[in-house]
């Protein structure tokens, strides 16, 4: 019960020298925790159903991620940051603040 291929859209990128392996990963586990708290809620989302939905083991989790919290302050991050360039995609610096 792995993603699904729609919902792993993330291609590695690897500007800067990390491991493609391991952000690929963390991707997935950060995906499946967003949909399963969208779900569920925090409360009703323990990290084994993570694990599963992401199609590795818990123990993995914790190999990226310390607790349930940092995953949580890791995925605020992640959705923030995508928030943060969808919204500079279209920014015109060039037009005016009224206008925009």
Do not use: C, Q, W
């Amino acid at each position: 019960m792995g993603l699904e291929r729609s919902e792993r859209s993330f291609h590695a990128k690897d500007p800067m020298g990390t491991d493609k392996n391991k952000t690929t990963k963390t991707f997935t586990i950060l995906s499946a925790a967003l949909i399963l708290i969208a779900e569920n809620g925090f409360h009703h989302t323990p990290v084994s159903l993570i694990a599963k939905k992401a199609g590795v083991g818990a123990g993995t989790i914790y190999r990226y991620f310390r607790d349930k919290d940092e995953l949580i302050h890791a995925l605020f991050e992640h959705v923030e940051g995508r928030l943060r360039r969808a919204f500079m995609e279209k920014y015109d610096s060039e037009v005016s603040v009224r206008k925009k």
